[in-house]
């Protein structure tokens, strides 16, 4: 499980507005824009034997996001949900 926050870059026109040349407070475009939360799920799998073995380790893994970006006086709300497979190679050694 995890909380963060969004940093956003906007970037093209809406309404016939810039979003790219407003100054922010991060510099260079970039502003903390909204909250972000994940919740994961993984599991480590052997696939040898002996003291030194490989092992893959899948992971599930669903992301929430909300974020705020301004437009002149228009604040423009945007809502992200994602799902993500993940997968990794290991090696361990065991003594």
Not at 39 to 59: K, S
């Amino acid at each position: 499980m995890g909380i963060g926050v969004v940093v956003a870059h906007p970037e093209g026109r809406v309404a016939g507005h810039d979003l790219s040349g407003a100054r922010t407070a991060l510099g260079g475009g970039y502003h903390i824009a909204g909250i972000t939360t994940q919740i994961a799920v993984g599991r480590r799998y052997q696939l040898g034997r002996g003291t030194t073995h490989a092992f893959a380790a899948p992971e599930v893994k669903v992301t929430a996001s909300w974020a705020r970006i301004s437009v002149d006086s228009v604040a423009v709300r945007i809502p992200n949900i994602a799902f993500h497979a993940l997968g990794g190679l290991g090696f361990r050694h065991c003594q």
